[in-house]
T-cell receptor, first 115, second 115 residues
Framework: AQKVTQAQTEISVVEKEDVTLDCVYE???????LFWYKQPPSGELVFLIR??????QNEISGRYSWNFQKSTSSFNFTITASQVVDSAVYFC????????????FGKGTLLTVNP | DVKVTQSSRYLVKRTGEKVFLECVQD?????MFWYRQDPGLGLRLIYF???????EKGDIPEGYSVSREKKERFSLILESASTNQTSMYLC??????????????FGPGTRLLVL
């Protein structure tokens, strides 16, 4: 069975601090896909990134960066110089191989960025 | 840009009522999904559809049914609403890749309150 663990339920930082959101996954598939979504207070899940299991390159997009490490089954997300608009719930999700369409979501991390 | 819309942002219904939640996507996606989101439980898949008139049960299908008569529209039906179905309902769509590889794009969500 697949599993995604986001151990940090809530994180609170002050604006301009860097913050890392942890994601640890479990799967028996050799091919799988990892995602991060952002859910602001409005409720809509916004897609941030998709990574397949064969691509371990780290990715940077503006203030966002992702660190994928197969050796530790982790796909962590870092926000540099956080801003109040980054306040949201962030979800990590795992999609598996085979004919399974399903995404397995972590329970999310609530990030609050205070001015 | 992918656009997924849901018929209502907020809905209040009475116990025993039949409730229809509608979802429409404009990207010609084959796959469509219904999730519910509850505090502490994260996102749970109710049903998904990989083609018109095709559906498969997710993790928590009890008390729900779905309908997909047209490719762009996926309806979630609560035959007889109960208070434990008070929740946030999220619709998503994706391209036809299996294996959870394709990015799911989400609608804004419907907050349903059953009294």
């Amino acid at each position: 069975a697949q599993k995604v663990t986001q151990a940090q339920t809530e994180i609170s930082v002050v604006e301009k601090e860097d913050v890392t959101l942890d994601c640890v996954y479990e799967t028996r598939d050799t091919t799988y896909y990892l995602f991060w979504y952002k859910q602001p207070p409005s409720g809509e899940l916004v897609f941030l990134i998709r990574r397949n299991s064969f691509d371990e390159q780290n990715e940077i997009s503006g203030r966002y960066s992702w660190n994928f490490q197969k050796s530790t089954s982790s796909f962590n997300f870092t926000i540099t110089a956080s801003q109040v608009v980054d306040s949201a719930v962030y979800f990590c999700a795992l999609g598996g191989g085979g004919s399974n369409y399903k995404l397995t979501f972590g329970k999310g991390t609530l990030l609050t960025v205070n001015p | 840009d992918v656009k997924v819309t849901q018929s209502s942002r907020y809905l209040v219904k009475r116990t025993g009522e039949k409730v229809f939640l509608e979802c429409v996507q404009d990207m010609d996606h084959e796959n469509m999904f219904w999730y519910r989101q509850d505090p502490g439980l994260g996102l749970r898949l109710i049903y998904f559809s990989y083609d018109v008139k095709m559906k498969e049960k997710g993790d928590i299908p009890e008390g729900y049914s779905v309908s997909r008569e047209k490719k762009e529209r996926f309806s979630l039906i609560l035959e007889s609403a109960s208070t434990n179905q008070t929740s946030m309902y999220l619709c998503a769509s994706s391209w036809p890749g299996g294996a959870g590889e394709e990015t799911q794009y989400f609608g804004p969500g419907t907050r349903l309150l059953v009294l």
